[in-house]
C-alpha cells in the first residue's frame, strides 16, 4: 500500500472532484437505506390499519429517519389506506430514481478523476523516461518500459477510480445500514454481524493469496509483452533465418506462463464470491430465524416489519461486500503495479542538469582532455587517456577497426554518458557545465543505426527542427541527396515511411537522417559512419553537397572508407580507445604499415577492381 503513496498528489490535484464524488456516494446509499424504513412502516399500516387479528403494535414506536418520519407524519394527515400505500410506492419509486441519479453523478466524478490521474501518471512517466540516460534504456527492455506506462497505469486507475468508489461506497452504505438497523433493533443487529469475523477471516486470506498471484501475474505479462516486441522489431532477422517456429514457442511458453498464473488467479475468485454469498445468506436466515421466534414469542419488540427491513438491509449488502475481494485484489494489483512504475520514477537519471548551467553561444571549438570512460555494465574500456583538439571550423575523419571507440567518443561528446576522468571541452567549457538542451542543439549527430519515426517524410526531417517551413526542409534533402528520389514518391514529401507507408532502401534511410541533422543548422556535426549504404556516385554527390554546408562548421566524421574529396584537416586513427595514428591524409600515408596506409591500399584496390 506505501508504494500507492506515489499518487498522493493527484488526489490532492482533484480534490474538488474527488470531494464532490465522496459526497455524492454518501447520498445514494442515503436514499437506499431510506427504502426499507418505508416498506417497513407500509408493512406494519396496513395490518394496523386493518386492524387484522393477531396484529402486534410495536412495543417502542420505531424509529425513522428524519426524512422519512417528516413524510409519515404528512402521510398519516391523509385517511385512505389505498392512499397511503400508492404514495409509499410512489416514495419508494423516487428514493431509487435520487440513488440513480447520485450513482450517476458518482460515476461522472470519480471514474472521470480517474481518468484525469492516467493522463497525468502516462505523461510523467513518458516525461520522466526521457530524462533517463542511455544506461537505463540497455538495462531496461522496451517492452517492460512499455508495460509499465500502459499496463501498469491502468491498474492504478482501477484503484483510483473504481476501488476507491466501492470502498467507499462498502464503509458508507454499511456504517448507514448498521447504524439505522443498531436504531431499529440492537440485538437483531448483533446477529445480523455475527457472521463478520469470518467474513474479515475468510477477506484476509484470500486476499493475500490474491496478492501474491497478481504479482507473479504482472511479471509474466511484462515478459510476454517485452518478448511480443521484440519479434515484431525484429520480424526481418526471425524471417530470414526461418525462426518463425522457434520464436512462437518461446512466445507460448511465456504465454503459457501467464496462463498458468491467471488460472490460479481465477480459481480463487471463484471460490471467493460464493464464499461471500453464503455468510450473506446466513446472515439472512439468522435475521429471519431469529426474527421469527420472537415475533412468535411476541417476548421482544420486533415486529413483521423490523424482519423485512433487516432482510431488506441485508441485501442491500450483499453486493458492496461481495466487492470487498475485488476492490481489495484492485488495490493490490494497483499497489504492485505502482511499486513496478515509482521503481522507474525513483531512477535518477545518470547525466544529471548542472545547477547553473553556463550560457554562450558555441562556436565549435572541441578538446577532448586525458578521457577515460568505462562501460559501466560490461566494464569495457572504451576510451583510453583519449586526447584530440578540434578547432572551429576543422574537419576531422576518426577512422579504426570496429569496437576501436568511435561510436563512444561521439556518444561521450553528446553527454550521453558522462567521462570517468578526464574532460571534454567545447570552447573551453567543460560539457558538464552545458545544460543538455544547449549542447545537444549545438551539436548535430548522425547516428550509425538509422531510426525514422513512422510519419510523413517532412515530419521526419523537420524532427531536427520543429519550426522549420517546406522549404528548409527540401534545402536539407537537397543537401543530403534525397531530394530527388523523395519527389519520386507517389506522395513527395508528405509520404508514409514504415508500417503506415513505404519501405526506404537503407541508403535512402541513411540520407533523411543526414537531412534532418543538416536541418539544424548546428555550429558542430558529427556524422557516424553514415554513408555506409549508399553507392558511390551518391557518396560523392554528398559529399560534394557537405563541402559547402559544412564550411564554417566543425565536423566530426566517423567512417570506415577514406573520402579523398574530403578536404579533411586532420585525420585520426583510433585503437582501443586512444589516438595511434594522427595527421593529415599525406602525413598518414607516410606511416610505414599503418593502419590509415593499409586501408588507403586496400580501397584503392577494391576501387579499381569495381
Ligand atoms: N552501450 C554499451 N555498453 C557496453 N559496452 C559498449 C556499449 N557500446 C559499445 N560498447 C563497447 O565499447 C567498445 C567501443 O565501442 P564503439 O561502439 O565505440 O566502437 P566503434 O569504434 O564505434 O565500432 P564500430 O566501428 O563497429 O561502430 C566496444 O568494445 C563495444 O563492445
Given at each position: 500500500?506505501?508504494?500507492?503513496?506515489?499518487?498522493?498528489?493527484?488526489?490532492?490535484?482533484?480534490?474538488?472532484?474527488?470531494?464532490?464524488?465522496?459526497?455524492?456516494?454518501?447520498?445514494?446509499?442515503?436514499?437506499?437505506?431510506?427504502?426499507?424504513?418505508?416498506t417497513?412502516?407500509?408493512?406494519?399500516?396496513?395490518?394496523?390499519?386493518?386492524?387484522?387479528?393477531?396484529?402486534?403494535?410495536?412495543?417502542?414506536?420505531?424509529?425513522?429517519?428524519?426524512?422519512?418520519?417528516?413524510?409519515?407524519?404528512?402521510?398519516?394527515?391523509?385517511?385512505?389506506?389505498?392512499?397511503?400505500?400508492?404514495?409509499?410506492?410512489?416514495?419508494?419509486?423516487?428514493?431509487?430514481?435520487?440513488?440513480?441519479?447520485?450513482?450517476?453523478?458518482?460515476?461522472?466524478?470519480?471514474?472521470?478523476?480517474?481518468?484525469?490521474?492516467?493522463?497525468d501518471?502516462k505523461?510523467?512517466?513518458?516525461?520522466?523516461?526521457?530524462?533517463?540516460?542511455?544506461?537505463?534504456?540497455?538495462?531496461?527492455?522496451?517492452?517492460?518500459?512499455?508495460?509499465?506506462?500502459?499496463?501498469?497505469?491502468?491498474?492504478?486507475r482501477?484503484?483510483?477510480?473504481?476501488?476507491?468508489?466501492?470502498?467507499?461506497?462498502?464503509?458508507?452504505?454499511?456504517?448507514?445500514?448498521?447504524?439505522?438497523?443498531?436504531k431499529?433493533?440492537p440485538?437483531?443487529?448483533?446477529?445480523?454481524?455475527?457472521?463478520?469475523?469470518?467474513?474479515?477471516?475468510?477477506?484476509?486470506?484470500?486476499?493475500?493469496?490474491?496478492?501474491?498471484?497478481?504479482?507473479?501475474?504482472?511479471?509474466?505479462?511484462?515478459?510476454l509483452?517485452?518478448?511480443?516486441?521484440?519479434?515484431?522489431?525484429?520480424?526481418?532477422?526471425?524471417?530470414?533465418?526461418?525462426?518463425?517456429?522457434?520464436?512462437?514457442?518461446?512466445?507460448?511458453?511465456?504465454?503459457?506462463?501467464?496462463?498458468?498464473?491467471?488460472?490460479?488467479?481465477a480459481?480463487?475468485?471463484?471460490?471467493?464470491?460464493?464464499?461471500?454469498?453464503?455468510?450473506?445468506?446466513?446472515?439472512?436466515?439468522?435475521?429471519?430465524?431469529?426474527?421469527?421466534?420472537?415475533?412468535?414469542?411476541?417476548?421482544h419488540?420486533?415486529?413483521?416489519?423490523?424482519?423485512?427491513?433487516?432482510?431488506?438491509?441485508?441485501?442491500?449488502?450483499?453486493?458492496?461486500?461481495?466487492?470487498?475481494?475485488?476492490t481489495?485484489?484492485?488495490?493490490?494489483?494497483?499497489?504492485?503495479?505502482?511499486?513496478?512504475?515509482?521503481?522507474?520514477?525513483?531512477t535518477?537519471?545518470?547525466?544529471?542538469?548542472?545547477q547553473?548551467?553556463?550560457?554562450?553561444?558555441?562556436?565549435?571549438?572541441?578538446?577532448?582532455?586525458?578521457?577515460?570512460?568505462?562501460?559501466?555494465?560490461?566494464?569495457?574500456?572504451?576510451?583510453?587517456?583519449?586526447?584530440?583538439?578540434?578547432?572551429?571550423?576543422?574537419k576531422?575523419?576518426?577512422?579504426?577497426?570496429?569496437?576501436?571507440?568511435?561510436?563512444?567518443?561521439?556518444?561521450?561528446?553528446?553527454?550521453?554518458?558522462?567521462?570517468?576522468?578526464g574532460?571534454?571541452?567545447?570552447?573551453?567549457?567543460?560539457?558538464?557545465?552545458?545544460?543538455l538542451?544547449?549542447?545537444?542543439?549545438?551539436?548535430?549527430?548522425?547516428?550509425?543505426?538509422?531510426?525514422?519515426?513512422?510519419?510523413?517524410?517532412?515530419?521526419n526531417?523537420?524532427?531536427?527542427?520543429?519550426?522549420?517551413?517546406?522549404?528548409?526542409?527540401?534545402?536539407?534533402?537537397?543537401?543530403?541527396?534525397v531530394?530527388?528520389?523523395?519527389?519520386?514518391?507517389?506522395?513527395?514529401?508528405?509520404?508514409?515511411?514504415g508500417?503506415?507507408?513505404?519501405t526506404?532502401?537503407?541508403?535512402?534511410?541513411?540520407?533523411?537522417?543526414?537531412a534532418?541533422?543538416?536541418?539544424?543548422?548546428?555550429?558542430?556535426?558529427?556524422?557516424?559512419?553514415?554513408?555506409?549504404?549508399?553507392?558511390?556516385?551518391?557518396?560523392?554527390?554528398?559529399?560534394?553537397?557537405?563541402?559547402?554546408?559544412?564550411?564554417?562548421?566543425?565536423?566530426?566524421?566517423?567512417?570506415?572508407?577514406?573520402?579523398?574529396?574530403f578536404?579533411?584537416?586532420?585525420?585520426?586513427?583510433?585503437?582501443?580507445?586512444?589516438i595511434?595514428?594522427?595527421?593529415?591524409?599525406?602525413?598518414?600515408?607516410?606511416?610505414?604499415?599503418?593502419?590509415?596506409?593499409?586501408?588507403?591500399?586496400?580501397?584503392q584496390?577494391t576501387?579499381r577492381?569495381?
Amino acid at each position: 500500500m506505501k508504494h500507492l503513496k506515489a499518487i498522493q498528489k493527484y488526489f490532492w490535484k482533484y480534490r474538488v472532484r474527488l470531494g464532490v464524488g465522496l459526497i455524492f456516494i454518501f447520498l445514494s446509499n442515503y436514499f437506499n437505506v431510506l427504502t426499507p424504513q418505508v416498506t417497513g412502516y407500509v408493512i406494519d399500516f396496513v395490518p394496523r390499519k386493518l386492524g387484522l387479528p393477531g396484529y402486534q403494535p410495536p412495543k417502542r414506536a420505531p424509529q425513522y429517519d428524519y426524512l422519512v418520519t417528516k413524510f409519515i407524519n404528512w402521510m398519516e394527515g391523509m385517511s385512505g389506506l389505498t392512499q397511503v400505500v400508492a404514495w409509499c410506492g410512489i416514495i419508494v419509486l423516487l428514493l431509487a430514481l435520487l440513488r440513480g441519479f447520485f450513482l450517476f453523478l458518482m460515476r461522472q466524478t470519480i471514474i472521470v478523476m480517474s481518468r484525469h490521474i492516467e493522463f497525468d501518471q502516462k505523461n510523467e512517466i513518458y516525461k520522466h523516461y526521457q530524462q533517463l540516460d542511455s544506461g537505463f534504456y540497455k538495462r531496461n527492455s522496451t517492452g517492460d518500459l512499455m508495460n509499465r506506462i500502459a499496463e501498469d497505469v491502468s491498474r492504478v486507475r482501477m484503484f483510483s477510480g473504481p476501488a476507491i468508489m466501492y470502498l467507499v461506497n462498502l464503509i458508507s452504505l454499511i456504517s448507514l445500514a448498521v447504524f439505522f438497523m443498531y436504531k431499529r433493533d440492537p440485538l437483531l443487529t448483533w446477529y445480523v454481524l455475527a457472521p463478520l469475523p469470518v467474513l474479515a477471516i475468510t477477506i484476509y486470506f484470500v486476499n493475500n493469496t490474491i496478492h501474491k498471484k497478481s504479482e507473479k501475474i504482472q511479471a509474466s505479462l511484462s515478459d510476454l509483452t517485452t518478448n511480443a516486441q521484440e519479434s515484431y522489431s525484429g520480424i526481418r532477422v526471425i524471417k530470414s533465418f526461418v525462426q518463425e517456429k522457434a520464436m512462437l514457442g518461446f512466445f507460448m511458453k511465456n504465454s503459457e506462463e501467464y496462463r498458468k498464473n491467471a488460472i490460479g488467479l481465477a480459481k480463487v475468485e471463484a471460490v471467493y464470491f460464493p464464499s461471500i454469498t453464503l455468510l450473506i445468506g446466513i446472515s439472512t436466515l439468522l435475521t429471519i430465524m431469529i426474527g421469527g421466534l420472537y415475533y412468535i414469542r411476541g417476548t421482544h419488540n420486533i415486529g413483521l416489519d423490523t424482519i423485512v427491513e433487516f432482510v431488506m438491509y441485508i441485501n442491500m449488502m450483499m453486493f458492496p461486500v461481495s466487492a470487498i475481494g475485488l476492490t481489495a485484489s484492485m488495490i493490490q494489483r494497483a499497489a504492485a503495479s505502482q511499486k513496478r512504475i515509482n521503481q522507474f520514477l525513483d531512477t535518477k537519471p545518470a547525466i544529471a542538469e548542472p545547477q547553473k548551467a553556463t550560457k554562450v553561444d558555441l562556436q565549435g571549438n572541441i578538446v577532448f582532455e586525458n578521457v577515460d570512460f568505462v562501460y559501466t555494465d560490461t566494464g569495457i574500456r572504451a576510451m583510453n587517456n583519449f586526447n584530440l583538439s578540434v578547432k572551429k571550423g576543422q574537419k576531422v575523419a576518426i577512422v579504426g577497426r570496429t569496437g576501436s571507440g568511435k561510436t563512444t567518443m561521439a556518444q561521450l561528446l553528446l553527454r550521453m554518458y558522462d567521462v570517468n576522468n578526464g574532460r571534454i571541452l567545447l570552447d573551453g567549457i567543460d560539457i558538464r557545465e552545458l545544460s543538455l538542451r544547449q549542447l545537444r542543439e549545438q551539436v548535430s549527430y548522425v547516428p550509425q543505426d538509422v531510426f525514422l519515426f513512422s510519419e510523413t517524410v517532412e515530419n521526419n526531417i523537420r524532427f531536427g527542427l520543429a519550426h522549420a517551413d517546406a522549404a528548409d526542409v527540401e534545402k536539407a534533402a537537397l543537401q543530403a541527396s534525397v531530394h530527388k528520389e523523395i519527389t519520386g514518391f507517389s506522395q513527395g514529401y508528405q509520404t508514409m515511411i514504415g508500417e503506415r507507408g513505404v519501405t526506404l532502401s537503407g541508403g535512402q534511410k541513411q540520407r533523411i537522417s543526414i537531412a534532418r541533422a543538416l536541418i539544424k543548422d548546428p555550429s558542430m556535426v558529427i556524422f557516424d559512419d553514415c554513408l555506409s549504404a549508399v553507392d558511390a556516385k551518391t557518396e560523392k554527390e554528398i559529399i560534394g553537397n557537405l563541402n559547402d554546408y559544412l564550411q564554417d562548421k566543425t565536423a566530426i566524421i566517423i567512417t570506415h572508407r577514406i573520402f579523398t574529396l574530403f578536404a579533411f584537416d586532420k585525420i585520426v586513427v583510433l585503437e582501443d580507445g586512444r589516438i595511434v595514428e594522427e595527421g593529415t591524409h599525406q602525413d598518414l600515408l607516410a606511416i610505414p604499415d599503418g593502419y590509415y596506409a593499409n586501408l588507403y591500399a586496400r580501397q584503392q584496390e577494391t576501387d579499381r577492381e569495381k
